[in-house]
């Protein structure tokens, strides 16, 4: 991609390769089909604008060289006319098989809205309408916005005052083109923007677009309860909906960049976002709880009423007049022709209209939207495909040790466990099976520092690499994918190698870069694709959080008790659990701390591995697993609990009741919520061993999930 920016002699250019590309999609900017969206399988994704219109032979050269797209060229002409829902996607949603998020995303990038402009921003419903209670009661209809009404019809006295200016205006022998309930849009490059201030480099576009300083703090986005207020039913020109960040991005409500927004009439300085009281001033909480809103049953019976309204049959035409969901026609990109666009004066109105107010996202459906498959559950309520499959966690007090073992290893104790669908592979320590197929395994620790692959189904090795002999003794490895080994050891470096491997025959096992930041041995490394991560721990006392993709540093978690012997990263939450001895951390991905416990008084109980549950990361029944010494499986959860004042007892709660203290504004004396982890569990083969807490069990070396996880 050639990027000729100002002030520069020569174009900047970017390269990524056809093999990391997964998928392609023609995209509008401007009104125009000029433009082409590539998704990478990192996740990252590359908007390309054509201005000389040749989208359409870069989609075909695309086609023809990448395997993930070839055998679409013929379908070009029909991606290009409209943007039609995959029957699977829909059938999956309606057996619960996606989540409503994952849904909606889909939806979104049909109907081409993407995170590369914020003229055509993704668009998620309000989902929650009550920001003021302490206990958050997901089961009341009462919790919940109207997902059938658009936002301007949420309250009744502001709907009348639409519906007046909707017949104001078919009375009037002016322009009848502008009749329309909306003269701005529930999404805009501004609304965007001011919901992601507090991040760069969206803080630098607000300024922008602001004209170069921030907006009135009372006008800033600054409380989710006035912001809900101001959509739902104080102010006759916000009818905004929300972005995706807010089920799944807290940093967005937190002013980490120490931004200085000025301050409110009464004084108080305008920083972090203040959230509704049942969050417990926890932004992760608000996060998890408003995701959990959004898969609730509630919610997912009424979906498809919402999807109506924004990519469906009541987007336009008289269903959009009955539904009282109508907006300024320069906002409808698809009602302008060629010819129309082609008058500067048209155009460059429209461009204005579409730049400060938003534009509507391509309509899918014409039809209304099935809804999402229920049945009565046990009690005769409706409830969703989703919540009836039950993952172990859900019923810690049912689980027992199996009688016998699964697998025997007779060369030393167990190093990786790895569940597939239909078996449970095991190998022993200093090895590593390599995804995704994973019948091939990485060895390490000989005498001589040579590393070797093997097969997993024969078990014999079939090749010897030499390669980590000038880095030292390894001690640990790790492999997010099936081309990158990253290893470490008494060097104290962590290496990342370029593997390649074809037919049980190592082609090449190249360094591709080194990573200094630490001081003693490394014992402990684990990389994950999803977060583009790697984290290594060590004897230092410290781990290093390192870009998976730029291979950089990013942060360190600070000091712990002693050295780092275990850790583990959710997929799904991005949250990090590091382990020190008998002492137990956990910390957001950007190295905050949220909670920390001594386990164990006895140095027998020094964790040795640990995991996360990852099944609906919104549910607060995921638990931390850890193994130790001592031989015991120990299950915990996250509780949050209200920090006691003189004359008050103090209250515990878990995640699944959400119980809060007093608004953030309130008096600063009021109570605040701590985060902290409680065991839920202890898992022994022998549980009469467990009570005397005997010296001769085997430890727990390694830890594994079914993929079901039930």
């Given at each position: ?306 999807i109506d309204l924004i990519f469906g049959y009541k987007q336009q035409g008289p269903p959009a007049v009955e539904a009282l969901n109508t907006f300024h026609p320069y906002f409808y990109t698809d009602k302008h022709d060629r010819a129309s666009m082609k008058d500067p004066v048209m155009k460059s109105t429209v461009l204005g209209y579409i730049s400060n107010f938003g534009q509507m996202p391509k309509q899918l459906f014409t039809k209304p939207h099935p809804s999402r ?39 030393g104790p167990v190093g990786q466990i790895v569940c597939r669908e239909k078996d449970v592979l095991v190998v022993e320590r200093n090895k590593l099976l390599i995804p995704p197929q994973w019948n091939t395994y990485f060895s390490w620790g000989s005498y001589d520092q040579t590393c070797s692959f093997g097969s997993y189904t024969v078990e014999k090795s079939f090749a010897v690499c030499e390669s980590l002999s000038d880095w030292g003794c390894t001690v640990c490895a ?11 050891g008494t060097s104290t470096v962590v290496c990342v190698w370029d593997v390649s491997i074809s037919k049980d025959k190592l082609k090449h096992m190249r360094l591709k870069q080194t990573l200094y930041g630490h001081t003693d041995t490394v014992t402990c490394l684990i990389a994950s694709e999803a977060h583009s991560v790697i984290i290594s721990g060590s004897v230092d006392q410290t781990c290093i959080l390192w870009d998976l993709e730029d291979l950089s540093y990013i ?156």
């Amino acid at each position: 991609m050639m990027n000729k920016e100002k002030n520069v002699v020569s174009p900047s250019c970017k390269r990524w390769s056809y093999d990391d590309i997964k998928e392609a999609n023609f995209m509008r900017f401007l009104l125009e089909d000029n433009a082409l969206e590539i998704f990478l399988k990192n996740g990252t994704s590359v908007f390309l604008v054509f201005f000389n219109n040749d989208h359409v032979n870069a989609y075909k050269r695309l086609c023809s060289v990448v395997s993930s797209l070839k055998g679409r060229v013929e379908t070009v002409l029909n991606v290009r006319k409209a943007a039609t829902v995959e029957k699977t996607a829909l059938i999956k949603w309606q057996r619960g098989e996606i989540s409503n998020f994952e849904y909606l995303m889909h939806l979104n990038t049909l109907a081409g809205r993407t995170y590369n402009d914020l003229m055509q921003y993704p668009v998620f419903p309000w989902i929650i309408a009550d920001f003021e209670s302490e206990t958050l009661d997901l089961s009341s209809p009462a919790t919940f916005r109207d997902l059938s009404k658009p936002m301007g019809a949420q309250n009744e006295k502001r709907k009348e005052k639409f519906i007046q200016r909707y017949n104001e205006v078919e009375n009037n022998d002016g322009d009848l083109s502008a009749q329309c309930h909306y003269c701005t849009h529930y999404s805009s490059a501004i609304i965007v923007a001011s919901y992601l201030v507090r991040m760069e480099p969206f803080s630098q576009t607000f300024l922008h677009l602001q004209g170069g300083s921030f907006d009135v703090p009372e006008r800033m986005f600054h409380s989710i309860q006035n912001e809900w207020d101001s959509a739902s039913k104080d102010n006759m020109s916000d009818v905004r909906e929300l972005i995706p960040e807010f089920f799944y991005l807290p940093d967005f409500l937190v002013n980490s960049n120490q931004f200085d927004f000025g301050c409110m009439q009464d004084g108080t300085p305008l920083d972090d976002v203040v959230l509704p009281p049942w969050a417990k001033g926890d932004p992760q909480e608000f996060i998890r709880v408003h995701r959990e809103a959004l898969e609730s049953d509630y919610v997912s019976a009424r979906l498809h009423l919402w999807i109506d309204l924004i990519f469906g049959y009541k987007q336009q035409g008289p269903p959009a007049v009955e539904a009282l969901n109508t907006f300024h026609p320069y906002f409808y990109t698809d009602k302008h022709d060629r010819a129309s666009m082609k008058d500067p004066v048209m155009k460059s109105t429209v461009l204005g209209y579409i730049s400060n107010f938003g534009q509507m996202p391509k309509q899918l459906f014409t039809k209304p939207h099935p809804s999402r498959t229920s049945h009565k559950g046990t009690a005769g309520k409706e409830t969703s495909v989703s919540s009836q499959i039950t993952p172990f966690f859900f019923k810690l007090d049912k689980l027992k040790p199996s009688a016998q073992a699964i697998k025997e290893l007779t060369l030393g104790p167990v190093g990786q466990i790895v569940c597939r669908e239909k078996d449970v592979l095991v190998v022993e320590r200093n090895k590593l099976l390599i995804p995704p197929q994973w019948n091939t395994y990485f060895s390490w620790g000989s005498y001589d520092q040579t590393c070797s692959f093997g097969s997993y189904t024969v078990e014999k090795s079939f090749a010897v690499c030499e390669s980590l002999s000038d880095w030292g003794c390894t001690v640990c490895a790790a492999c997010p994918n099936n081309s990158t080994i990253i290893t470490a050891g008494t060097s104290t470096v962590v290496c990342v190698w370029d593997v390649s491997i074809s037919k049980d025959k190592l082609k090449h096992m190249r360094l591709k870069q080194t990573l200094y930041g630490h001081t003693d041995t490394v014992t402990c490394l684990i990389a994950s694709e999803a977060h583009s991560v790697i984290i290594s721990g060590s004897v230092d006392q410290t781990c290093i959080l390192w870009d998976l993709e730029d291979l950089s540093y990013i942060t360190q978690l600070p000091e712990h008790s002693s050295a780092v012997s275990a850790l583990a990263i959710n997929d799904l939450t991005g949250e990090i659990v590091s382990c020190a001895g008998t002492h137990l951390y956990l910390w957001t991905m950007k190295g905050q701390l949220l909670a920390s416990l001594n386990t164990s008084c006895r140095p027998e109980g020094n964790i040795l591995c640990c995991c996360f549950t990852q099944k609906y990361e919104w549910d607060p029944r995921n638990v931390i697993i850890t193994g130790s010494a001592d031989g015991i499986v120990r299950i915990w959860k996250t509780e949050y609990t209200r920090a006691q004042l003189p004359g008050h007892e103090e209250c515990s709660v878990s995640q699944g009741h959400v119980l809060s203290s007093a608004p953030e504004e309130a008096d600063s004396s009021s109570p605040k919520w701590e985060r902290h982890l409680v065991l839920c569990r202890e898992l022994n083969r022998n549980q009469a061993a467990s009570r005397r807490r005997c010296k001769n069990i085997p430890a727990i070396t390694a830890l594994g999930i079914s993929r079901k996880q039930q």
